[in-house]
Each structure stands twice: as structure tokens, then as C-alpha cells.
């Protein structure tokens, strides 16, 4: 199948690691949802090869990288290249930290991307640069 659709909701219920790329059957990169509970200590971690891509959906989040602390909330970003140990946990004292994390290794790609409407290209090339059009 060359798309799938989902929600963190039908991922699972409850705390711990929601398994994105298992349910979606992405393979190209690494990807999961994770919920912590108010207060919640994440894990002192590094990896082998993977780089990770933290976003902040829902809650605030407090990572823990290279002697630096920082506090993000919904619509932070945190990358964190594979062997720098790392630490997330959730800084709320009342509230359930949701974080979308994206893994892998290898590089970007390039541009490879293709209009498969012609006239979607002039678009493109216009869009963030003015006020959309309709």
C-alpha cells in the first residue's frame, strides 16, 4: 500500500511508546509517540546510529542534552544527533507530556519531490512567500 492513515488516539491508550511505524508500515525512518504522566522522569539514552527528531504535541517537556536544559512546550522541536545522551521527561505537574519522535540515519535526500499537477508548480514556488491564494 503506498499511504495509511492514523491517530495517536487509535495507537493505544494509556503511558509508554505508541508504535508509529509498526502501525503505519513506515520504512524508511523510525517513528513513535511516546506519553509520559505528570512528572515523569524520562531515560538518560544515546544510540548507536539513529538520530532523533523530538516534537512537543501536547504537555511540556524538559530535555536534558550535552549539560544544557531546555523547556519546550507544544510545537518545540529538540534534534539530537545518535551518540549525544539525551533525557526527556515531562516537566508538568499536571499534565500528560505527548512527544512525536522521528529516528534515522543516513541523511536527507535531496529535493525529490514532483508536482503530478503542472499547475500546482508556479504555486508551489509562490507559497510562504505572500498571501496564499485561494
Same mark, same amino acid.
Given at each position: 500500500?503506498?499511504?495509511?492513515?492514523?491517530?495517536?488516539?487509535?495507537?493505544?491508550?494509556?503511558?509508554?511508546?505508541?508504535? %508509529?511505524?509498526?502501525?503505519?508500515?513506515?520504512?524508511?525512518?523510525?517513528?513513535?509517540?511516546? %506519553?509520559?504522566?505528570? &512528572?515523569?522522569?524520562?531515560?538518560?539514552?544515546?544510540?548507536?546510529?539513529?538520530?532523533? /527528531?523530538?516534537?512537543?504535541? #501536547?504537555?511540556? @517537556?524538559?530535555?536534558?542534552?550535552?549539560?544544557?536544559?531546555?523547556?519546550?512546550?507544544?510545537?518545540?522541536?529538540?534534534?539530537? &544527533? #545518535?551518540?549525544?545522551?539525551?533525557? %526527556?521527561?515531562?516537566?508538568?505537574?499536571?499534565?500528560?507530556?505527548? /512527544?512525536?519522535?522521528?529516528?534515522?540515519?543516513?541523511?536527507? %535526500? &535531496?529535493?525529490?519531490?514532483?508536482?503530478?499537477?503542472?499547475?500546482?508548480? @508556479?504555486?508551489?514556488?509562490?507559497?510562504?512567500?505572500? &498571501?496564499?491564494? #485561494?
Amino acid at each position: 500500500m503506498g499511504h495509511s492513515f492514523s491517530s495517536i488516539e487509535e495507537l493505544g491508550e494509556g503511558y509508554g511508546f505508541r508504535k %508509529v511505524r509498526r502501525a503505519l508500515g513506515v520504512t524508511a525512518f523510525g517513528a513513535n509517540v511516546i %506519553v509520559y504522566p505528570p &512528572e515523569y522522569q524520562g531515560f538518560h539514552h544515546y544510540h548507536d546510529e539513529q538520530d532523533e /527528531l523530538y516534537f512537543v504535541h #501536547a504537555g511540556s @517537556a524538559r530535555f536534558e542534552v550535552d549539560g544544557e536544559e531546555r523547556l519546550l512546550g507544544p510545537g518545540g522541536f529538540c534534534h539530537v &544527533e #545518535a551518540t549525544t545522551p539525551r533525557r %526527556v521527561s515531562n516537566a508538568s505537574e499536571t499534565d500528560d507530556l505527548v /512527544l512525536f519522535v522521528v529516528g534515522g540515519k543516513d541523511g536527507y %535526500v &535531496e529535493r525529490d519531490g514532483h508536482m503530478v499537477d503542472d499547475s500546482d508548480i @508556479a504555486r508551489r514556488a509562490e507559497f510562504g512567500r505572500s &498571501e496564499p491564494t #485561494a
